[in-house]
């Protein structure tokens, strides 16, 4: 029974290069394999379109395209794509192989999660898809299954782009949704058309999904859940799920809501927003109105407002200065407190006089209102100059506190820029800083080893011994072609391996060549080699094989020997020469060529076949000979022998010949011999 479907792939080689495996996935529209990149010797993961995808030209150009667009993608959680390309009936797209599972196992084994460890997965996907949504890619189709989990807990998102292809290709033709429904934004369902906010919508469903271990809508149809995501909100998951503090329904209400102008902006913006949740949880919050408020459709959060609602305190953090309250533990005398008090309408206690040493404390009699209008402005006025030079005092102290907070401590940045790194790390430390190198990155004007930039910048207020952190050139960004100089390779190799060092194939010139096969490449043009620096995104342009060049055969006959040799060695052939005895043709020209027409290739053998003229043979001597004696040497010579007759003569003795002794004859030419 023969083999078909998914199993008639396995141990086959996609273009002669990728060797398909065994099937590690199969979805709606693709299946996964293992497979090994035999040229590159790596493990792959290979998506094959399911038949009816892949056999139109329109959907297989605009695969082309958003393979590309994956490609450029180059993050740490999103998966690499590598190659895309169509053998036969079968369209591909060569991706990152990732071990481990998919968040749809891991919702297997743990939904519902608790709030802090969907929120950990769930900012790893928000990564990457900020990094998508930066390079203008939006993905159309997240859901668990696309999400990737390694062996050390690492999270890749996979299929950037291909949700875009297929449906395409099915509008195109009349076909109807494919994609996961329980995932997708309202807008794609009606076909309003698709932009960050729909990944945003994804993310909230699967955070959803992730807190309750239930999808967001179900029904007995996707037709039905379709309807749901349009006309109905996905409810609290603490409404299946007691417990979950009412900041977390309300991200999910946020990035779930169905008009998109009141969901999250692009996944920068969601992430911001589970940052903020996740410090809340690790601060033991059960509520937070103010991010709760914050949070919810129409909230404050977006992309120019990060919002923190979660106090300071309540994650271990000090307060800073800007965020204090004031303070009330500045030491006052008990004098000036009493006329603090009273400047709020609290009667002034009684002035006493003198107190009678021999009466018990606290006894004192009471004073008159004479006295004590005589003593209160006295008093007032002792107060009141305390208490202006207390506002003084510590009007002073907050000055210089001020100065000392934002300027006093403070030194300003050295200049390490345009410093190589090992001379600006001894600067640095120099003056009592902390020297770090970020990261390097490519400059066209900056000499590679040389500092680009520091955070703090030259010249910012910086704290002694804090750490300056560096970012130093890598030199200009140039790539190489392959070693090899793509001699010999197809041209779909040939563009994988330019792609690959971040080139592109440019024009395919044709010429002959005697060493490289039909249709293969045979280099690159304009002189570049292996050695030439090229930038990102140059055009390659290369040279392509017509295969040998045929080479007409002029036909030589007739002709001197000596012309034919040269002018068939110059052409391109190989001569070789035979030479024959010929009464016909003069010695030294050509009796026959082989072949004598039509066409051959370079090094191909020509043979000429030369005249040597007639065959000549020299006349022996038989005078004196007996006549039988001088017959044998004339026959064995190659002449004819004859003897006229001569009655009575017999077996004479030769007396004379013609031709003579030593006369170059014709071989048969006859030789007279006569006894007198």
Known sequence: MPVTGDEALVGRVLNDRYLIGERIARGGMASV???????????????????????????????????????????????SVFDQGTDGEVTYLVMEYVPGRTLRDLMRDEAPMPAYRALELLEQVLVALSAAHAAKIIHRDVKPENVLITPDGDVKVADFGLARAVSAATTA???????????????????????????????????????????????????QVAYKHVHEDIGPPSEVQPGIPPYVDALVARATVR???????????????????????????????????????????DEDSPTVAVPRSALGLAAPASMSTPTEAVST????????????????????????????????????REQYAQAAPRRHSRRGRN?????????????????????????????????????????????????????????????????????????????????????????????YIPKNNLKNSTI???????????????????????????????????????????????????????????????????????????????????VTTAKEFSDDVDKGTVISQDPRDGTRFRNDRI??????????????????????????????AGLEFFAPYIPGSGNFIVRRQSPSAGDEVRRGTRIIVFPL
């Open 33 to 79: 394999f293992r497979a090994m990149d035999e040229r590159l010797d790596r493990e792959v993961a290979i998506k094959v379109m399911h038949h009816g995808l892949g056999d139109d030209e329109q959907f297989t150009e605009r695969f082309v395209r958003e393979a590309k667009s994956a490609a450029k993608l180059n993050h740490r959680n999103v998966v």
């Open 173 to 223: 033709t009349g076909g109807t949704l494919i994609g996961t429904v329980s995932y997708l934004a309202p807008e794609i369902v009606t076909n309003d058309g698709a932009d960050a906010r729909s990944d945003v919508y994804a993310c909230g469903a699967m955070l959803y999904e992730m807190l309750t271990g239930v999808k967001p809508h179900s029904a007995e149809s996707p037709i």
């Open 259 to 301: 008009d998109r102008d009141q969901r999250s902006t692009d996944a920068r913006v969601m992430l911001q927003q589970v940052r903020s949740v996740q410090r809340a949880l690790a601060a033991g919050l059960d509520d937070d109105p103010e991010l709760v408020a914050d949070l919810a459709p129409g909230g404050r959060i």
């Open 333 to 368: 005398s008990e004098r000036t407190m009493q006329w603090s008090n009273a400047t709020t309408g609290a009667p002034p206690p009684p002035p006493r006089g003198p107190r009678d040493p021999a009466r018990p404390l606290g006894l004192d009699p009471p004073i008159s």
């Open 387 to 479: 208490l202006l030079i207390l506002v003084l005092v510590l009007a002073v102290l907050a000055a210089l506190g001020t100065w000392y907070v934002t300027d006093l401590r403070y030194t300003d940045t050295p200049v390490l820029t345009g410093s190589a790194a090992t001379t600006a790390a001894k600067n640095a430390e120099a003056e009592g800083f902390e020297f770090t190198i970020a990261r390097r990155a490519f400059s066209e004007d900056v000499t590679s080893g040389v500092v680009i930039s520091t955070d703090p910048e030259p010249g910012a207020k910086i704290l002694p011994g804090s750490t300056i952190k560096a970012v130093v050139s890598k030199g200009p960004e140039r790539y």
């Open 492 to 574: 779909k190799g040939a563009a994988a391996a330019l792609a690959e060092q971040n080139l592109e194939l440019g024009d395919q010139e044709e010429q002959y060549s005697e060493t490289i096969k039909k249709g293969r490449v045979i280099g690159p043009k304009d002189n570049i080699t292996s050695a030439t620096p090229l930038r990102k995104g140059d055009r390659v342009d290369v040279l392509v094989s017509l295969g040998r060049q045929p080479i007409t055969v002029e036909d030589y006959t007739g002709r001197p020997a000596a012309e034919a040799t040269t002018a068939l060695r110059e052409a391109g052939f190989e």
């Open 607 to 636: 043979t000429l076949t030369v005249s040597k003229g007639p065959d000549l043979v020299t006349v022996p001597n038989v005078r004196g000979k007996k006549k039988s004696e001088a017959r044998r040497i004339i026959r064995e």
